[in-house]
Structures are given as structure tokens and as C-alpha cells.
């Protein structure tokens, strides 16, 4: 059996992370990991709201406006990620 992955210290991607469910991975995410960072992209449609993410601190978190059918925005989200 494979042993679990490790996010620590990590730089994640998450795409569509404004949005309900992804705002909320997000929160669990940084709870669970305290030495990860994570990069949202998002294009903050009709779904997508940067309130979602409030609380979580600009230190831990790198928020893109981008949509993920964009090939040069999501090369530059993932510049970095693990």
C-alpha cells in the first residue's frame, strides 16, 4: 500500500477555488496543512466570489483571475506548483 501523500510545504493549485466548493477545500486545505500555499484560479463567474476566500491569510494564498480554457493563464497558476 502507498503511504498517504503529503501536502506539507507544498504550493497547490486550485482551480475554480472562489467557488462554493472550492472556497471551502481551500479553508480546509490551509487548516489541515499549515506550511501550505495555494494558488487560485479562478474566473470569478457566476459562481466564483472572492468573499468566499476571506479569512485566509495573503501570506498562504495567491489568487489569479483567470479561466482554466486559457492555456497561458493556467502555465502561469501552475508556475512553481507541486
Do not use: K, W
Not at 16 to 35: E, K, M, Q, T, Y
Not at 48 to 68: C, K, S, W, Y
Amino acid at each position: 500500500m502507498a503511504e498517504p501523500l503529503s501536502l506539507a510545504g507544498s504550493r497547490v493549485l486550485v482551480t475554480g477555488g472562489a467557488g462554493f466548493i472550492g472556497s471551502n477545500f481551500v479553508h480546509r486545505l490551509l487548516a489541515a496543512v499549515p506550511d501550505a500555499h495555494v494558488v487560485v484560479l479562478d474566473a470569478l463567474t457566476y459562481a466564483g466570489r472572492r468573499e468566499n476566500l476571506e479569512g485566509v491569510p495573503a501570506h498562504r494564498m495567491t489568487f489569479l483571475h483567470g479561466d482554466i480554457r486559457d492555456p497561458q493563464a493556467v502555465a502561469a497558476a501552475m508556475a512553481g506548483c507541486d
